[in-house]
Antibody, heavy 123, light 107 residues
Framework: EVQLVESGGGLVQPGGSLRLSCAASGFTFSIYWMHWVRQAPGKGLVWVSRINSDVSSTSYADSVKGRFTISRDNAKNTLYLQMNSLRVEDTAVYYC????????????????WGQGTLVTVSS | DIQMTQSPSSLSASVGDRVTITCRASQSISSYLNWYQQKPGKAPKLLIFAASSLQSGVPSRFSGSGSGTDFTLTISSLQPEDFATYFCQQSYSTPPAFGQGTKVEIK
């Protein structure tokens, strides 16, 4: 069974840092692009960041650029999101999601998704 | 950046009804359009990719159509488990934007 399990969320003060993890299983993690998508309480879905299969390329939403860093460890089948200089508006459920496979030509669709981890930024 | 606009924002329907949700892109995205279903407290689930391709395991009452800027998600006969929020998403360019969602409620 293809599965993604996020962890690392919690309550943090503005200006603080948090590192999210996403453990993948049931598929060949190393050949897929991976994404983070967030959803503020009661709001819609917002793409945050992506990393390609061989870790040579990343991209970010403007709202997190320079503050968040996406990374992956293909040996451990794990995706990460390092979040620094957190703001109140970063409060959301953060989902990791699998994108397209290397060479497929289509990478920006999301299937499956993890269950999400809640990040709350508040003083 | 490409903006995605869904309509309506919410709708009320009965079991057995035919339901149509529309999604419009601010510029042409060819067929790079995906649809997701999200139930309360759960992660989104991919229903349709590339505008009209049904994801494996998704019931055939769901269908997608369109290309360019205008797209449609249709549920041919609404079932109790279909009451949820539906999001469109463009995968044509970065950032891959989502529509604001359409909540399908029980009439």
């Amino acid at each position: 069974e293809v599965q993604l399990v996020e962890s690392g969320g919690g309550l943090v003060q503005p200006g603080g840092s948090l590192r999210l993890s996403c453990a993948a299983s049931g598929f060949t993690f190393s050949i897929y692009w991976m994404h983070w998508v967030r959803q503020a309480p009661g709001k819609g879905l917002v793409w945050v960041s992506r990393i390609n299969s061989d870790v040579s390329s990343t991209s970010y939403a403007d709202s997190v650029k320079g503050r968040f860093t996406i990374s992956r460890d293909n040996a451990k089948n794990t995706l990460y999101l390092q979040m620094n200089s957190l703001r109140v508006e970063d409060t959301a459920v953060y989902y990791c999601a699998r994108g397209g496979a290397k060479g497929s030509g289509s990478y920006f669709w999301f299937d499956p998704w993890g269950q999400g981890t809640l990040v709350t930024v508040s003083s | 950046d490409i903006q995605m606009t869904q309509s309506p924002s919410s709708l009320s329907a009965s079991v057995g009804d035919r339901v149509t949700i529309t999604c419009r892109a601010s510029q042409s995205i060819s067929s790079y359009l995906n649809w997701y279903q999200q139930k309360p407290g759960k992660a989104p689930k991919l229903l349709i990719f590339a505008a009209s391709s049904l994801q494996s395991g998704v019931p055939s009452r769901f269908s997608g159509s369109g290309s360019g800027t205008d797209f449609t998600l249709t549920i041919s006969s609404l079932q109790p488990e279909d009451f949820a929020t539906y999001f469109c998403q463009q995968s044509y360019s970065t950032p891959p934007a989502f529509g604001q969602g359409t909540k399908v409620e029980i009439k």
